[in-house]
């Protein structure tokens, strides 16, 4: 069943989650220049989130090795953190979970290293673009459809691919809550959206198709046929009005 904020205390918490993560986002996207290694923006998240009183979600996750996770060009998701230089024309998503008092926040930005091709610019754009879009259609009493897609016809209205084989999720006391929000579907399928329900909106998208496939490392997941692939995130609350963005900075 989808988790429903219910009091304001439970509504603070996850604030609370939401701005350690977009505030550690800001500045891990700050250090990215060419030369930098991923392995760098894990110390920073370690450092940042003792500061903030944050204990990073992903570390030790299923068996996860990292504070956070840093995909690069081809890569869509579950990146791990390590030595190579990012270079000047790449694309880097950041994904990073905080965990402030019993409650998750989650986000996840792409960032250009340098000047990119007009391809990756466009894709890095077309993807923020998609996220807002769905951000936008989670209102209270529409079906959950309504935000997928939303997300899917922007990302597709450009002429990129959104990725099926892994979505958005619920988050609230655990960073993996029902409901699944794929970034595809109908407007009239899914649950109904309620008052105080937590999602994270999550568009992976790609310049290719969008089938993927597994590095032998088990977690860092790439587009199949090698095209450049970005990924925009936030944790959003379903208010009576707009939806409240809780992962902004």
Known sequence: MPIVLKSKEEITLMREAGRAVGQVLEILKREIKPGLVGKKLD??????????????????????????????????????????????????????????????????????????????????????????EGIRAARVGVRLGEVSAAVQARAEQNGFSVVREYVGHGIGREMHEEPQVPNFGRPDQ??????????????????????????????????????????????????DGAAEVLTLP
Not at 90 to 106: H, Y
Not at 123 to 130: G, K, M, W
């Open 43 to 132: 110390d920073i998240v370690r450092r940042e989130f003792a500061r903030r009183g944050a204990t990073p979600t992903f570390l030790g996750y299923q068996g996860y090795p990292a504070r956070v996770c840093v995909s690069v060009n081809d890569e869509v998701v579950h990146g791990i953190p390590n030595s190579r230089p990012m270079q000047e024309g790449d694309i880097v998503s950041i994904d990073l979970g905080a965990t402030c008092k019993g409650f998750v926040g989650d986000a996840a930005i792409t960032v250009c290293v340098g000047r990119v091709s007009p391809e990756a610019e466009r894709l890095v754009r077309i993807t923020e673009e998609a996220l807002w």
């Open 190 to 239: 899914g649950p109904l959206l309620q008052t105080g329900m937590a999602l994270a909106i999550e568009p992976m998208v790609t310049a290719g198709d969008w089938r993927t496939k597994r590095d032998s490392d088990n977690w860092t997941v790439r587009t199949l046929d090698g095209s450049l692939a970005a990924h925009f995130e936030h944790t959003v609350a379903v208010t």
